[in-house]
């Protein structure tokens, strides 16, 4: 028998922690490590790297302090990665918490951005560092109520993981297994990062980035206003702005005006929640929702997490594409917590429209809502909306909860909706370019006017609605027998009043005051026989008759005047007017554009544009805000930003 072999001393722990949360492919990354109690001896031991987001063994070496320098290789593929420092003395497992000092977690970054993927994945180190020792004084921003709690806290300190419900995981991790290939960069990459967003055309918020920079802020959204797009998988984003000290390895958040120093020299950077004053910079500028309106369940009640799930409200758009909702059908249960965010609605019949009172922005389109109420009882209670919209040349899509990535496996309509965002604003799916509207409809004619738009149908009714994108009903407001083309004049050019003028059947050109309920047509004049299609431009009325394929003109200023022909109409049945300019759409589908030159010697004629008009026909066009929006052959409203000529 074997004598008993004495117990060796259990290895003290190894803390540690990088300079660095990110690193790119072929650089090097120094970490700093010392023993978790008072031994005087340099720490040594082991170092196990994995890949966080595939659970690929990258590295096992050994180490010994107080420095170690990782060369990070070439072919490491850009990731997440967690590097366990004496992996021997801890859980072989790797199950870890926020408060895990021998583990540091760091992305590699790919050494040209943008060369594998169109798509950059940002890790929200602020947020994990904010969270690190939690009700600890002096070491975390948190409990947030508490006197004793940091306002500055340091990247150079052991711990700064994901919290233990590892928020960011479900999607991390969903990523590679449905197959996208993705770059990923620390959010701190995003603090003055115009450079290397530049490389990419969509940028994914994931989990719960709650602490950014102003310059973080700068950089994201002039990204968008640029034309690159933005997935926000996430919420309680861009809650609490901090700033930045000591070369990005301290983050300050008083989350006080009052004890923040800043507030005296410059209050754009005081640290405090970006809605609030001094900086008067509400998240939903940039983010479309925000968690003022959103809800909370912490404690025993993120059990509730589970049993909620979003209402589909728009359910032809083309971020549901492939997933059968309907209108009313719920989806996606258990995404919703443990933090939402939403924005101020108001419901007409049973669509809700963002009122943008809480600055969210008037091209927000609501996709889905969760009404959270009832969640009071264990946080905050409040609402959850998913939404999209425009923000300068780009596109920001908003999932608006923080556990979003969780159902991803599970839920197949999670996944068909994350893949349409991630495959339209990556550009791997561009689609129709003509986003849809409104339900299908009768409309026949179509015109904008101080705000309104105005259709007529089939019936010879008049209706309204407001010119958005989102899936307004029509309402009707009165008659328009015979009514075959609106238009409206954009300003009161040469003294010419804003009104809402028609062209009848019969001929007649008419007039109205351009209102939402009853008012009065006032016969103006004549109009050309057939016409289909009617612009105002410049105190000039334009009209196309298709049956000669011929533009003619006439002096809003001299209604009664003979009409003049301009030259061919370019095969257009259907025109508007938008930034002084002629736009039409012809019978085979094309989109076209002309200046409208009535008063020259020689007809400019009409020129293609890059994109073809919106499919399944087009009966009228009326513009608004740089926007086209088109309607007729029974189909859907259908709307899109002003295309390139």
């Known amino acids: 028998m074997t004598p008993e072999q004495p117990s060796l001393p259990k290895q003290p722990g190894i803390r540690a922690w990088a300079e660095r949360t990110s690193c790119a492919q072929g650089g090097r990354l120094t970490f700093h490590l010392d023993h978790s109690d008072s031994d005087p001896d340099p720490a040594s031991g082991r170092v196990l790297i994995t890949d966080a987001v595939t659970d690929e063994v990258r590295l096992s070496a050994p180490v010994t302090g107080p420095t170690w320098t990782l060369d990070v290789p070439h072919t490491w593929p850009s990731s997440l990665y967690r590097a366990t420092f004496d992996p021997a003395t801890f859980d ?69 993981g994901p919290p233990p419900e590892r928020w960011e995981e479900g999607l991390l991790r969903w ?46 959204e002039a990204f968008a206003r640029r034309g690159g797009n933005l997935a926000v998988f996430a919420a309680n984003t861009a809650w609490w702005q901090m700033r930045l000290e000591d070369d990005r390895r301290t983050m300050v958040c008083h989350r006080d005006s009052v004890t923040d120093p800043m507030t005296a020299i410059d209050p754009r950077r005081v640290t405090v929640e970006w809605s609030s004053s001094p900086v008067d910079r509400p998240e939903n500028t940039m983010t479309g ?11 025993e009640g993120m059990a509730l997490i589970r049993k909620e799930a979003y209402t589909a409200r728009f359910g032809a758009h083309w971020v549901f594409d492939g997933t059968g909702l309907a209108d009313g059908d719920p989806f996606a249960r258990g995404a ?53 919209f425009r923000l300068g040349a780009g596109t920001v899509f908003n999932a608006a909860t923080i556990n979003w990535g969780s159902v991803l496996d599970e839920d197949p309509v999670a996944d068909r909706i994350t893949r349409n965002v991630l495959d339209r604003l990556s550009g791997a799916a561009p689609g129709d370019a003509w986003e849809i509207a409104g339900a299908p409809a009768e409309v026949h004619a179509l015109a904008v006017c101080e705000g309104v738009l105005f259709g007529v149908d ?21 008659e328009a027998p015979g009514v075959r083309a609106l238009a409206s004049s954009r300003e009161a050019a040469g003294a010419l009043p804003l009104e809402l003028y028609a062209a009848t059947d019969d001929g007649l050109l008419l007039r109205r005051d351009p209102v939402a309920g009853p008012a009065e047509w006032h016969e103006a004049g004549t109009v050309p026989p057939g016409i289909t299609a009617l612009a ?5 009325v334009f009209a196309v008759t298709p049956h000669d394929d011929t533009l003619h003109h006439l002096s809003a200023l001299e209604p009664h005047a003979p009409w003049r022909v301009l030259g061919d109409a370019g095969g257009a049945v259907a025109l508007t007017t938008m930034n002084c300019r002629l736009w039409a759409v012809t019978a085979d589908g094309r989109l076209r554009t002309r200046l409208p030159e009535a008063s020259g010697t020689k007809d400019a004629g009409f020129t293609d544009c890059s994109s073809p008009g919106p499919s399944g026909g087009c009966d009228a066009l009326a513009a608004r805000a740089g926007t086209l929006y088109a309607a007729g052959s029974g189909g859907p409203l259908r709307i899109r930003r002003q295309p390139a000529i």
């Not at 959010?187 to 994931?206: F, P, S, T």
């Not at 925000?290 to 404690?299: P, T």
């Not at 105002?536 to 000039?540: H, P, R, V, Y």
């Open 458 to 478: 089939g019936a010879g009714s008049l209706l309204c609605r407001e010119p958005s994108g989102q899936n307004l009903p029509w309402r009707r407001i009165g």
């Open 536 to 540: 105002l431009c410049d105190a000039g």
């Open 336 to 388: 919703l917590g443990y933090e939402t965010d939403a924005c101020a609605l108001e419901w007409i019949g049973d669509v809700p429209r963002a009122t943008g009172s809480d600055s969210t922005p008037s091209s927000f389109v609501v996709l889905a809502t969760a009404d959270l109420r009832h969640w009071r009882d264990y946080g905050q209670g409040g609402a959850a909306t998913m939404g999209i």
């Open 92 to 160: 072989p497992a790797g199950a870890t918490t926020d408060e895990a000092e021998h583990e540091v977690w760091f992305v590699v970054r790919t050494a040209r951005p943008g060369s594998t993927s169109p798509v950059l994945v940002s890790i929200p180190f602020a947020t994990w560092r904010a969270y690190t020792h939690s009700g600890q004084p002096g070491r975390s921003i948190y409990f947030a109520e508490q006197p004793d709690r940091a306002s500055r806290v340091s990247f150079a300190s052991p711990g700064g």
């Open 289 to 299: 929702v925000s968690f003022r309106r959103g809800a909370g369940a912490w404690g």
């Open 175 to 220: 990523l590679p297994r449905a197959g996208y290939r993705v770059e990923f960069c620390s959010g701190l990459d995003l603090h003055d990062g115009d450079e290397l967003l530049a490389h990419y055309r969509l940028l994914v918020i994931n989990g719960h980035d709650e602490y950014w920079s102003m310059e973080m802020r700068d950089s994201v």
